[in-house]
T-cell receptor, first 115, second 114 residues
Framework: AQKITQTQPGMFVQEKEAVTLDCTYD???????LFWYKQPSSGEMIFLIY??????QNATEGRYSLNFQKARKSANLVISASQLGDSAMYFC????????????FGAGTRLFVKA | DAGITQSPRHKVTETGTPVTLRCHQT?????MYWYRQDPGHGLRLIHY???????DKGEVSDGYSVSRSKTEDFLLTLESATSSQTSVYFC?????????????FGSGTRLTVV
């Protein structure tokens, strides 16, 4: 069965520093997608970044990068130059690439950015 | 106009009553999903739809049913609400922008069962 694990319930980072949010996954499917979503205190879910299982290079989107280590089944999110507005809950997710393209989510990591 | 609209945004209902939550999209996305969000669990899939009248169960489907009579609308029904169904419910759509895009989410419905 597919599984996503986020072991950090909460993280603190100083403004302007980089932070890594951990995510490990488990699947027997060779084709899948990995995602990170942000949920600010206002409650909406915001898609941040995507990594395909066959992608050779790590995905980047502005200050977000996904450190994809396939052999270790990890998909850590790196946020560079943290800003106060980055304070939010972050969810790692994995989507199957067949059937209903269903996505499973980790429990989330709450990030606090300190001024 | 928002791409996905959930209604109602908030609802308080009594144990044992049926409740229907509505998700309306203007994105023309094929796939639609209902999730519930609870502390410590992230988001868990309740039901999903891969086309009009085509639906299937997710991991926490007991006590819930869905219907999709039009591409735009995906309804979630709690047949007889229980306190354990107090949660925030999110509708999401996918498939419109391509495989390397995430879902588009609605704003959520906060449901309290008393």
């Amino acid at each position: 069965a597919q599984k996503i694990t986020q072991t950090q319930p909460g993280m603190f980072v100083q403004e302007k520093e980089a932070v890594t949010l951990d995510c490990t996954y488990d699947t027997s499917d060779p084709s899948y997608g990995l995602f990170w979503y942000k949920q600010p205190s206002s409650g909406e879910m915001i898609f941040l970044i995507y990594q395909g299982s066959y992608d050779q290079q790590n995905a980047t989107e502005g200050r977000y990068s996904l450190n994809f280590q396939k052999a270790r089944k990890s998909a850590n999110l790196v946020i560079s130059a943290s800003q106060l507005g980055d304070s939010a809950m972050y969810f790692c997710a994995m989507r199957e690439n067949t059937g209903g393209f269903k996505t499973i989510f980790g429990a989330g990591t709450r990030l606090f950015v300190k001024a | 106009d928002a791409g996905i609209t959930q209604s109602p945004r908030h609802k308080v209902t009594e144990t044992g009553t049926p409740v229907t939550l509505r998700c309306h999209q203007t994105e023309n996305h094929r796939y639609m999903y209902w999730y519930r969000q609870d502390p410590g669990h992230g988001l868990r899939l309740i039901h999903y739809s891969y086309g009009v009248k085509d639906t299937d169960k997710g991991e926490v489907s007991d006590g819930y049913s869905v219907s999709r009579s039009k591409t735009e609308d995906f309804l979630l029904t709690l047949e007889s609400a229980t306190s354990s169904q107090t949660s925030v419910y999110f509708c999401a759509t996918g498939g419109g922008q391509g495989i390397n895009y995430g879902y588009t989410f609605g704003s959520g419905t906060r449901l309290t069962v008393v």
